[in-house]
């Protein structure tokens, strides 16, 4: 199905659904400027080794690479403005009688789009905490001056206890926030339409979600201009980006 092609079975889903829930990947902050991870040119798989930055082992042997690392995404992001595929999905949980929103965004721009109550599945780049007593740690909402290139830079000290802070993210090899998975599972459990949006569908547990939506009856329901795993099981593949295809299916579903 191209972007071309909205059926009405889907605008049908979306007005009777009783309970939505949008799970959310790096696909929807990308035409805000933020790389994805795994696209072949631009993510940024293809240019850093996720082992020698997005583990707790890589934290552990270089803290200030990978600080450094993340102060870079972390202003980037900063410098980056929510765009129509946020503002959308913000829009379309009020006229949803009930929803869900579920991110693997660690960039909080679904929040700074106006949604609410958003479960942030691999936490947050601007809540960063304690490598040792896990004590929470505040940072300047401002990009730091000069801005940082994405060079060694060593963390702050944690004032209670003294250790290094670190990116409050999950990383490979880490549990997500189990409140956070637990509230994401149950909903997944009982909506009865989810969106999956610009996401490869390839990082666990998250990929469970569509997965137990699906066995429980609920349409699932893909928007990503390329095919990823989770086609097969989709009731619907839309193909084109989240920016050009979620206004057009809120205006067709809710004409103003
Ligand atoms: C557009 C678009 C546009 C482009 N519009 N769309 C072997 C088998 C199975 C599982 C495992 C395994 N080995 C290890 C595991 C577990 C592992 C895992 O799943 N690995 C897989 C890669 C195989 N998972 C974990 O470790 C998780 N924890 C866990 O499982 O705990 C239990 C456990 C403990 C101990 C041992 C084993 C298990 C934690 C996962 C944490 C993921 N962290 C990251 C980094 C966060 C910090 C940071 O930002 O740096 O999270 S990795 C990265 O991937 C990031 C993302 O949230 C996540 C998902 O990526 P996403 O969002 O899907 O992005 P892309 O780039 O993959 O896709 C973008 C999509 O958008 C593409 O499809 C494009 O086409 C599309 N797109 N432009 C719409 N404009
Ligand atoms: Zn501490």
Aim: glycine content about 8%.
């Amino acid at each position: 199905m191209t972007d071309h092609q909205l059926p009405g079975a889907l605008l049908a889903w979306l007005r009777g659904a009783a309970h939505i829930v949008v799970l959310t990947g790096a696909g929807v902050s990308q035409e805000s400027g933020i790389p994805t991870f795994r696209d072949t040119l631009s993510g940024f798989w293809s240019r850093f080794d996720p082992m020698q930055l997005a583990t707790p082992e890589a934290f552990d042997a270089d803290p200030s690479l990978v600080w450094g690392w993340y102060e870079w995404r972390r202003s980037q992001v900063l410098g980056c403005q929510p765009i129509a595929a946020h503002r959308a999905i913000a829009e379309l949980a009020s006229h949803a009688r009930k929803l869900t929103l579920v991110t693997q965004n660690v960039d909080g721009l679904h929040e700074r789009a106006g949604s609410r109550d958003v479960l942030c599945l691999h936490g947050s780049l601007h809540r960063p905490y304690c490598r040792g007593c896990r004590s929470t740690y505040a940072l300047p909402q401002e990009a730091p001056d000069p801005a940082p290139s994405g060079q060694p830079m060593r963390p702050p000290a944690c004032p209670s206890c003294g250790d290094h802070i670190r990116p409050g993210v999950v990383w490979f090899g880490e549990m997500l926030p189990a409140e956070t998975w637990a509230a994401s599972e149950e909903a997944a459990d009982a909506c009865d339409l989810l969106l999956s949006i610009g996401t490869s569908s390839l990082v666990y547990p998250a990929t469970a979600l569509p997965e137990i939506a699906h066995r429980n009856g609920a349409k699932v329901v893909q928007i990503n201009p390329e095919p990823t795993s989770l086609d097969p099981l989709a009731d619907l593949n839309l193909r084109g980006t989240a920016a050009r295809l979620l206004p057009r299916l809120l205006r067709a579903a809710w004409p103003s």
